[in-house]
């Protein structure tokens, strides 16, 4: 399953629409992402730094969520 694997490099979009099960873990880091037209275009690094959130953080809560 690691080729299905959520990385920092994925959209914000991208992550919400193939892991539902995520829009959690955002909300829960006060990220408002799935309505931001940021979300087409930015990555989850780039979001994540610019709500000051570390994104390997970040990643690490969203892969955790996506294997339970």
């Not at 992550?15 to 940021?38: K, S």
């Amino acid at each position: 399953m690691s080729e299905n694997k959520i990385t920092k490099e994925m959209s914000i979009i991208e992550i919400v629409q193939t892991y539902p099960q995520t829009i959690e873990v955002f909300a829960r880091n006060g990220l408002g992402c799935i309505g931001c037209a940021a979300a087409r275009f930015e990555n989850l690094e780039a979001g994540a730094k610019v709500h000051g959130i570390d994104p390997d953080k970040l990643v690490a809560e969203l892969n955790e969520i996506i294997t339970e």
